[in-house]
């Protein structure tokens, strides 16, 4: 009887132990399944949050490549707008062709008056009467220029050859008469009826044409030609 009662508390201490672990298991699991609750809804929340962040990054995205678009704009019409301007400017080398082509106009222009001063002169030759019936035609020219001279001071008339006077007289006369020096013959060379005046007679070489010429002194410029005769025939040969 005394074994009975013992075996029976060994029971009982052994149904409180077992007691004790299940309810320490359910505790347990009841805690996991809190804690396994608590993270699948707060991770849910993590999520929302996280695909609000990743729309937000999205549209961030969006408006910058909205504003790349608009700056990418913005420097092509830029670009545009150097373009048309670089077009409308006018090229320095051209501007300098245009203007170099107005002063060449202009100072053809001014040439052109002058040519027809000289034209003008040519055509004032005037024809005068002759001297005598020896001469075919007699005339003038306003364009008769003196020839230069090499000497200086009071001029004396030379009428020695060779001498620098009768060389430069000699020049006049071919200058009158449109003939070349080297292509002249001085047939006859004096006094003109002054002290500053002389006359002569000359022809080409071939002696096709005479010439009687006049001409007189202008101080520190030489002889000029003031009138020339054409003959009929050679009266100094």
Known sequence: MG????????????????N?????????????IVVVGAVI????NDDQPTSNDTQTASNTADNDEGESDKDTETNNDENDTATDSEGGQ?????????????SDKDASEEKEPADSEDEEKESEITEET???????KA???????PVGTEQSGEHVTQYEQGSVDWQEMEKALAYGAGISEGDMKVYWLGNGGSPDTAVGTVSPNDDSETYRVHIQ???????????VEKLKVNDKK
């Open 3 to 18: 074994k009975e009662r013992y075996s029976s508390r060994v029971a009982k201490r052994k149904d409180k132990k077992v």
């Open 20 to 32: 004790k672990i299940y309810n320490i298991l359910i505790s347990v699991v009841v805690l996991l």
């Open 41 to 44: 809804f707060l991770g849910g």
């Open 90 to 102: 006018t090229d320095p080398n051209e501007s300098s062709d245009d203007t170099s082509s107005d």
């Open 130 to 136: 002759p001297s005598d019936s020896n001469v075919e």
């Open 139 to 145: 005339y003038t020219d306003p364009a008769w220029e």
């Open 217 to 227: 002194w202008v101080d520190g410029q030489g002889w000029k030609p003031t009138k």
